[in-house]
């Protein structure tokens, strides 16, 4: 049973095409149960790493709002003093940091980075800076930042 084409001219020929059949749509669903356990574990942890890492961002904001402050060019010793205490204030509890001064506060600053020798004639000044006029100090404001950066903040038991 074959079609006579003898004869015939090319759009007629074209014309005897049958037309493609459209192929069926193709599912999206995966076709094993693997992929979808796969989809959720994924899902789960990304959603888990969201949660921590933006726990972390609020509970490291008081730092990046004091290190955004020491970085202001000729910041004076007396501010930077305050931006240490307002920063000690926010990561440790009010009745451990409020009432402490003097060589008591240089004693807090060194243990809480477990550094044993801040006691040097850079943080000498910031003991003075509430007391004295002394000018804009870069060695204080780099310690300070240290002291930012590194401190371990108070671990409720």
């Known amino acids: 049973m074959s079609i006579d084409t003898t004869g015939k001219s090319l759009v007629d020929l074209l014309d005897m095409?049958?037309?493609?059949?459209k192929p069926e749509t193709i599912?999206?669903?995966?076709?094993?149960?693997?992929?979808?356990v796969v989809a959720v574990i994924l899902l789960a942890f990304f959603s888990v790493a969201t949660v921590l890492i933006l726990r972390h961002r609020r509970a490291n904001a008081y730092r990046r709002y004091a290190l955004a402050e020491l970085a202001s060019p000729g910041i004076s010793v007396a501010k930077v003093a305050e931006i240490l205490r307002r920063t000690a204030l926010a990561a440790y509890p009010r009745e451990q940091v409020a009432g402490i001064h003097g060589e008591d506060w240089?004693?807090?600053?060194?243990?809480?980075?477990?550094?044993?020798s801040l006691n040097s004639e850079v943080f000498r000044?910031?003991?003075?800076?509430?007391?004295?006029?002394?000018p804009p100090n870069p060695a204080v404001t780099q310690l300070a930042r240290h002291w930012v950066k590194a401190h371990k903040p108070y671990r409720r038991k």
């Open 17 to 21: 095409l049958e037309p493609a059949p």
């Open 27 to 36: 599912s999206m669903m995966p076709q094993t149960w693997g992929w979808v």
């Open 106 to 116: 240089l004693s807090f600053l060194s243990q809480t980075i477990d550094r044993k």
């Open 125 to 134: 000044a910031l003991v003075e800076a509430p007391y004295k006029d002394i």
